[in-house]
């Protein structure tokens, strides 16, 4: 699995023209890419005061590789897989831990989870009814205890994403249901919401505004390791050298989110195959 992670890498970093998406957003567009289209996205984030209730660490972590790759498989179906190459925390704060990490020092690094997507068109857009699509996703855990970043556990993931334009402007949503696996206690699980809400607003034709709140709820906010989340993404997309560059802020605003940081990135397009 960390050969496939590198590989992907890999094929990420060839240079590629770019089309519209909505990098470095988290919130999935109902849209899907036309049938032999590959969407390859390469980045970088800096978060800072990062926390993990697992193994009690709290720190900057620097997110370097978040790769992605998008294929359109059919008219009504699109391919996803995506993960990190690596993840580095540089520790600041070390709490009382329920899964211990086995390193030593003030640093400690790891593979990002690798996520397997597919996304399904359900209706275009059409008048006042926006574009539907059904996504579901499997995380497995590439990340692991030992070095405190993970959590050992497959999530699964099921959500209904829709897409509106409103004159140049897009609006996206989200609304799904996650399944956690308990880190904590063997055989039990996390059900909760997940969400996301996104403007992307057209400044000029090479430069756009983009905008969310993306997320997840639970029935209670003791779950250990299954803790709410909630972030607000603010950046641009600009278009430049055949690629769409993208920049953005990112605020946490739940406990276990990061404080603060910054995303960049870049997306390319290109016809691999016909129908």
């Known amino acids: 699995m960390n050969r496939l992670l590198l590989v992907l890498g ?8 770019a089309s519209a998406q909505q990098r470095p957003l988290r919130t999935d567009d109902a849209e899907l890419l036309e049938v032999g289209q590959i969407r390859g996205e390469f980045g970088f984030e800096f978060l800072q005061k990062q926390r ?3 193994s009690g660490l709290e720190g900057d972590l ?9 294929v359109g498989v059919g008219e009504y179906a699109e391919f996803q897989i995506s993960g990190v190459l690596q993840d580095f925390l540089s520790v600041t704060r ?24 597919t996304k399904i068109k359900l209706a275009r ?16 855990p590439n990340a692991k205890h030992d ?26 949503g989200n609304i799904g249901l996650a399944i956690l696996g308990n880190p904590v206690y063997n055989g039990r699980q996390t059900d909760v919401l997940t969400y ?4 992307l607003l057209p400044l000029t034709p090479k430069l756009n505004l983009v905008g969310e709140i993306n997320g997840r709820k639970g029935p209670s906010p003791e779950r250990v390791g299954n803790e709410d989340q909630s972030q607000v993404r603010a950046g641009i997309q600009l278009q430049a050298l055949g690629l769409r560059w993208d920049l953005g802020g990112i605020a ?4 276990f989110d990061p404080d603060s940081g910054i995303a960049c990135g870049v997306t390319y397009v290109f016809k691999a195959f016909h129908r």
């Open 10 to 17: 890999g094929l990420l970093c060839i240079s590629l023209p």
């Open 52 to 54: 993990y209730s697992l």
């Open 62 to 70: 620097a997110r370097l590789g978040i790769a992605a790759m998008h």
């Open 94 to 117: 070390r709490d009382t831990s329920i899964l211990p990490p086995s390193f030593t020092g003030n640093s400690t690094n790891d593979f990002g989870d690798l996520v397997l997507a």
């Open 125 to 140: 857009e059409k008048g006042l009814r926006p574009a539907l699509a059904f996504k579901f996703a499997v995380e497995l």
């Open 147 to 172: 070095s405190g970043l993970g959590n050992d556990e497959t999530q699964f993931y099921a959500s209904i994403l829709l897409s509106k334009r409103l004159g140049p402007t897009r609006f996206l």
């Open 196 to 199: 996301g809400a996104a403007i």
């Open 252 to 255: 946490g605003l739940k406990s």
